[in-house]
Structure formats: structure tokens, C-alpha cells
């Protein structure tokens, strides 16, 4: 998942100009037939890197859902994106 995740987000260019890093906590629920739903922002970090981070989730494939005695179940997860500028070594 973090593998689609680093595919697929866009770094937002007002966060890269005013030199925003962090994590965005994540919340959603996994349903029954593996889609992801309730996709919400529990810590943000602005600069629309919050968006970012929710619109690249909702673009998953669905998910293998939960299983209690053999049935599925719904499932609730909280999952960190974060977001890190590169930095550049200084050379001598």
C-alpha cells in the first residue's frame, strides 16, 4: 500500500514554496466488499498536502476486508502519510 501511496502522490506545490513537512493522519473504514469509505483528515498539516494525502487513499484498489469467524466486517485504520522534502547535500 505505502508502495501505491509513494507512486501516486504529488507533493503540493504550495507546501514545497513555504517548506511544509509532516504527517497527515489518515482514518477510513475498509467495508465489507473492500472499498475504502469514511476517508477523513484526524491531523493535518495545510498547505494542501491534507488533500493530497486524502485524494491519493481514495484512488486505492479496494482491500481485503476483515474477518471475524469466516464473515466479512468492516474495519476502521489510521495510517500516517508522510510528507518530507528532499534535501540536497551540500558538496565542499
Do not use: C
Not at 38 to 66: C, F, H, M, Q
Amino acid at each position: 500500500f505505502y508502495t501505491f501511496i509513494n507512486e501516486n502522490i504529488k507533493y503540493p506545490e504550495e507546501a514545497v514554496k513555504n517548506k511544509i513537512q509532516g504527517n497527515v493522519l489518515l482514518s477510513f473504514v475498509v467495508e465489507k466488499d473492500g472499498k475504502l469509505s469514511n476517508i477523513n483528515v484526524d491531523r493535518k498539516v495545510g498547505y494542501g498536502t491534507d488533500e493530497e494525502a486524502k485524494r491519493v487513499v481514495s484512488l486505492s484498489e479496494k482491500w481485503k476486508p476483515g474477518l471475524i469467524n469466516g464473515k466479512a466486517v468492516r474495519v476502521k485504520y489510521n495510517i500516517p502519510i508522510k510528507f518530507a522534502l528532499k534535501t540536497t547535500p551540500i558538496n565542499d
